[in-house]
C-alpha cells in the first residue's frame, strides 16, 4: 500500500513505539507483530519507531533495518510511520532518512544535537538538516530539552517554519512547555506563519491543556494509547471536560510512568502486562525494576483497573 | 514558647512558605500573619521558610530576618519551623543558621553547593558545613538535584548519617527517587544505620507511593496543604488506600502546580485565591501568568470543585 | 578625587581584584592597601573588585562595603574601579550598584543569571536589569559562560547594544571566543552598530590573538599583571610580534593558573608571594593548594625568573 | 606481525588520528598512509584511532572498518594500536571491541556514558562493560568530564583497578587534573593498589607538569607529536627542565589548538600544512576555519618558526 506522507494537518495519537527483545537481548520480532496489532487495536492515528524508547542508539545498523521493516510490514500503509533518524552525523542522518522514505515512511523525526546553544547556532544546524533532507521527506521535529539540552525557542521555530516547507510537525516535549504552544499558535492563527502539526509527548502528562491551547494530539509511548485516543476524540468532537475525565482517571499510572529514565522500564512492563509484547528486557545501559518496584506497579495498576470499573 | 527542635522522628506536612510581597515589590508582612493562620486551619505539622518559594535569594538581609521574625512571632511555638539557610558562602551560612536558631528556629535546611560531583566532592562539603553547624543545630538536608545540579548518591547519605548525628531529615526531590527511599529504609530497618526522617518534596507528585516506601510524610508547598495533611493521616491510620483516593482528587491541580520554574507562579495565584496571601507578586527575575495562564487555572480550579463536590 | 567613569572607549589593563583575608578568614583590609599600591606600580588603567576572585558571594553585605569603601579610598580617583553587582535579585542588583555608584565606582559588572537558555530570554534579563539601572550606571557585560552556564549569542549582545546606551564594555570570557569578537567589531566597523568596549578575561590566554582581533585591552586577575599592561602597551604602540614576545615568556605560569577553580588559589599565592597580600587564604568553600602544588609552583616561577633573566 | 597488546606499563606518546575525508566529505583512506608515515616519522610510540578526532560517531559501520583496517595495514605491527569502542549501547560496544582486537588493535579506548552521576552509577556501568569485554581485552578508560559529563571519582578509578586486571589504562583528561595524578600515582607507590599506566590528553596542555607527577607520557592528538615526544624522552632520560624548554616553545600553538571544539579544525589544517592530510575537511556538524581564522594561524605558525629557529 502507499505511504501517507505525514503533513501541516495530521493529527490524532502516534505512538510512540519500543523494540521488543528476547530475554537474552536479541530482537523479538514476532513482539513487534503482536504490537503493531495491539495499537491498532486501541485506535492509534500512526506509529513512531526507532526513537528513544525504540532504543534506537543500541541496536546495529542492521537490526535497525530489521526492525524498520518489520513494523512497516506490518502496519502495511494502515497508518502512517515516522522513522526516528537522530544521527551524531549528518551524513548518516540523511542516509538513513533517506532508507526509511525509500522502506515506506510518512517522514522522520530528528533532535537537535546536543550541545547547540544560541538561537543561531540551532538554526544553522537544522538549516544544513532539513536542507539536506530535501523538500521530499517530511520532518518532525522533536524538541525534548530534557534528553538534548537543547533548549529551542520560538523564534527560531518560527524562522525555520518559514524557511523549510518540509517542517511539517513539532514533538513538543519542552517542559513547562504551555506558553510556548500557544505563541506558536498565535502566530499561524494572526496568518505570519504556516500552521504545522504539533503532538505532545512527555506522556501527555498535561494533554487536556495542551489540546485546548491547539495542539493537534499526542505522540508518546504511554502505555494505554486508548485514552490518549480517547481524550483526543472527545476533545475534538467537543466535550472537552470530558476528555478531561478521561484524562484524569488514568493520570495516577501516567505520572508514574512519566519518571526519566524509570518511567522508561514501567512502560515496558505494562506493555508485558498487557500481552502486547513477550518481555520487557530493556539493553544495557538501562533501568530495572526491582521486586519493590514491581509490587508498587501491581498496587497502581490494581487502583487503575477499580477506577475505570467505577 | 520553647522552640521544638526537629529531630529522626519529625513526621507530618511540612509547608514550604512563600515570602509574600506587595503588588510594588515591597515586604507584605501582614500577608504572612495571613498565610500562618491559613496553614494552621489546614492542619500542617509545621513550616519551612527562606527556601526556593520563599525567593530568599532575592531579599536583603534585613527583610529575610523581619520575614522570619515576622513568621515565628504568628506561630509563636505552635509548630516547629525550619528556616532555609543555604549559602554559597560557609561564614555566612554557619552565620545566619545560628542566627536562626537563636531567634527560634527548629532546625535549618540546607541544599549542596551547585557544581559539587563525586561521592567525595559532596561529603567532604557537608563534612564542613555540618561540623561547623555543631550538634546543636538540627539539619534537614535538601535534596534537589534539579535546581542545584548535584545529584547525592545513597552511600554518601549512609555516611553522613553515621558521622553527624545533627544530619536528622531529608527533604527529598530527587526525581526518580523511589527507589532512593527504598535503599535508605533499607538499611535503617535492618539496624545497619540510623534511621532519620525523610520528607518528600516535589509538590507531593508521588507522596502516596513515597509513602508506602516508608517516608514520613511531605515538605512541600503545595496550595492544597490540607490534601498533603488528610493523604498523611489516613495512611499512618492504616487507610493506604482511603489515601490515595484523597490524593488522586487533587492530582490534576498538583501536576499543573507542579511545573518547575511556572508552577512557582501558579502557587502563588491559587494562594491568592484562597485568600492566603494578598497579592500573587513574584520578584524579578521570576515566572508571570499571562491571562491564558490564568483562564487555564480557572478550568483547572472548577474542575477541582466539581471533583470535591462530587 | 571625582570618579571616572568607565564609556565604550575604555582601554588597558583592570585588574581583577582578590578580597584578602586573615588567616582566620577575616577581611584583611591593610592588605587591600597593599594591593593597590602593588597593582598601581604594575600600571594598571583600573580595577574591578567584588567579582569571582573577590570572592564577593562569600562576604557579608557589611563586609562588601567595607572592602568597596577600602579599595576606592585607597585608590582614590587615580583609576576608575568597577564593581561586581550580579545578584540573584534584580532588586538587590539595582540598589547595590546604585550604592557602588555613590561610593564612586566608574561601573558596574553584571553576569547574566545562570539558567538562562534562548536568545529571547537572554535579552529579556538584560532588558529588565539595563532599564532598571539607567542610563547613568555604565555597566560591563560579564560573558562568562564557564560559570554562568549562560551562553550570549553575538545576535543579543547587537540588540542590546542598539538598545541601551548604559551597555558600555564587554568582558569577554566565552572561551573558545575569538570569532565572537570578529563578529563584534565587523559590525561596528561597518557602522552597523555603536562600538563598545571589549576587555578580555580568562587570564589573558588568547591576549595577543584578541588584540590582533580588535579588543581594547584585558580584565583580569593573572598575577602579574605588568605583563598584561606591557602586551598591550606594545600592541597599541605598533609592536604586535614584541607584544606576543613579552606574552610568551610569561605562557606557562598563566596556563598554570588558568585552571579554572584550582589556579583560583594559585594566583592568590602568587600574590602572596610577591608581597601584594599577607595570606593567601580562600573562604570554604573553594580551593586549597597541598604541598605537592607549592612544589609545583615553586617549580613554575622559577623557570620564569630563568625566562625572564634570558 | 603479532599485535602487541597495551598494558600497566605502557608509555610514550600514543597520537590521536583524525580520521582523513575529501573535500566531498568521502573517506580519504591515502591519507591515512601518509598519516601513518607521517607520524612514525615523528617517533611516536602507538597510535589511537576511531576517537573524537577520528570523527567515530559520524561514519557508517562499514567506514569505521575500512579506516581501521587501514590504519591497522600500514602500520603492520610496527606500534601498537588502541581502538575507540565507545557506544551507547553494551552489545555494540562490546562486539565491535572484539572485532576490533580480532583485526589487531592493542586495546581499546571507552569512555563512560554521559549521564552518569553518582560515584555507584560510574562504577556499575564500568562493572558490566568491563566484564563484558572479558580479561583478554585491554582497556584504556577514557576520562574527559568536558565532553562526556562524567567526573569519575578518584574512588571509582581505586575500586575499578582492584577489580578488573583488563583496566591497563587512564587517559586522563579531566582539568584541572594534576591532584588527580598525584592521588591515584601515591596508592600504587604506597603497595596499596595496582600501577596503571596513564597517558594525559587535552593536547598535553600540563605535560610537564604531569610527568613531574608520574604519568607515563601522552595520548593526545597535538598536531607536532615530535614535541610530545622529545618532551617524555628527554623527561625520562632525567632531564626535566630541559623536557619543559622543548615544550615551552610549542606552548604558544598549543594552547591555540587546545581550543575545545574550534582547535579540532586548527588541528586538521595542521596537518594538512604539514603534508600529513590531504585537506582538512572535517564533517558536518563540526568547526569551520574562516579566512581570518587562517591568517591568525598563519601568524602564529610564523611566530612558532621562528621560535624553533632560534
Not at 506522556?203 to 509511548?221: F, I, K, N, S, Y
Not at 485514552?227 to 466535550?239: E, K, N, P, Q, S
Request: glycine content about 10%; hydrophobic content about 40%.
Amino acid at each position: 500500500m502507499a505511504a501517507q506522507l505525514i503533513n501541516e494537518s495530521t493529527k490524532g495519537v502516534f505512538v510512540i513505539c519500543p523494540t521488543p527483545f528476547l530475554d537474552d537481548g536479541g530482537l523479538d520480532l514476532d513482539s513487534v507483530d503482536r504490537l503493531v496489532d495491539f495499537y491498532l487495536e486501541k485506535g492509534v492515528s500512526g506509529f513512531t519507531i526507532l526513537g528513544l524508547l525504540g532504543e534506537a542508539t543500541k541496536l546495529t545498523p542492521d537490526e535497525s533495518r530489521s526492525v524498520m521493516a518489520r513494523y512497516l510490514a506490518r502496519i502495511d500503509g494502515a497508518r502512517p510511520v515516522i522513522v526516528g533518524a537522530s544521527n551524531p552525523g549528518t551524513d548518516n542522518l540523511v542516509r538513513f532518512a533517506n532508507d526509511a522514505m525509500d522502506a515506506g515512511a510518512a517522514g522522520v523525526m530528528v533532535a537537535p544535537l546536543p550541545g547547540l546553544k544560541t538561537d543561531d547556532q540551532v538554526y544553522a544546524y537544522w538549516e544544513t538538516v532539513l536542507s539536506r533532507l530535501g523538500p521530499d521527506i517530511p520532518v518532525c521535529y522533536q524538541d525534548y530539552p530534557q534528553t538534548t539540552t537543547v533548549v529551542t525557542s520560538v523564534a527560531v521555530l518560527h524562522r525555520l517554519i518559514d524557511a523549510f516547507p518540509n517542517l511539517v510537525m513539532l514533538k513538543h516535549e519542552e517542559s513547562p512547555g504551555l506558553t510556548k504552544i500557544t505563541r506558536l499558535r498565535e502566530r499561524s492563527d494572526t496568518g505570519e506563519g504556516r500552521r504545522i502539526s504539533i503532538l505532545v509527548g512527555n506522556g501527555g502528562l498535561h494533554l487536556p491543556q495542551e489540546l485546548r491551547r491547539g495542539v493537534d494530539g499526542a505522540m508518546t509511548g504511554f502505555a494505554y494509547p486508548e485514552m490518549l485516543v480517547a481524550v483526543c476524540d472527545r476533545f475534538f468532537a467537543g466535550d472537552a471536560e470530558g476528555a478531561e475525565d478521561v484524562f484524569d482517571a488514568y493520570l495516577p499510572i501516567l505520572r508514574h510512568e512519566q519518571q526519566l529514565g524509570f518511567g522508561f522500564a514501567v512502560r515496558k512492563e505494562i506493555l508485558r502486562r498487557r500481552g502486547a509484547i513477550a518481555t520487557a528486557h530493556v539493553r544495557h545501559p538501562g533501568p530495572k525494576l526491582s521486586p519493590r518496584d514491581l509490587q508498587e506497579l501491581d498496587e497502581l495498576l490494581a487502583r487503575l483497573d477499580r477506577a475505570l470499573a467505577g
